[in-house]
């Protein structure tokens, strides 16, 4: 079945650093796009970024672009969110999203918490 798995979240300072891991299962991951979304507390979920299945397509949400990169290495069946200059508001749980064979599926997410 479906898997995704997020990880690397943390405590960081403003103006710090982090790369989230999702590594998947269960589907043919180099033809599925992969999305990372988040949730901050009290708020709905939203995009943050997206990737084609081979990579070349990459969109991101207007307030990360610029300090967020979304890869993948189709080998490891994995999808990755570098994270830069990292303000208090991105503090969330991030997630990774597919859709596959039309239904989606989530991971559990990774919390990422950017407080001085």
């Known amino acids: 079945q479906v898997q995704l798995v997020e990880s690397g979240g943390g405590l960081v300072q403003p103006g710090g650093s982090l790369r989230l891991s999702c590594a998947a299962s269960?589907?043919?991951?180099?033809?599925?796009?992969m999305t990372w979304y988040r949730q901050a507390p009290g708020k709905e979920r939203e995009l943050v970024a997206s990737?084609?299945?081979?990579?070349?397509?990459?969109n991101y949400a207007v307030f990360v672009k610029g300090r967020f990169i979304i890869s993948r290495d189709n080998g490891q069946n994995t999808v990755y969110l570098q994270m830069n200059s990292l303000k208090p508001e991105d503090t969330a749980v991030y997630y990774c999203k597919v859709n596959s064979g039309g239904m989606d599926y989530w991971g559990k997410g990774t919390l990422v918490t950017v407080s001085s």
């Open positions: 990737i084609s299945g081979p990579g070349l397509s990459k």
């Open positions: 269960g589907f043919t991951f180099s033809r599925s796009p």
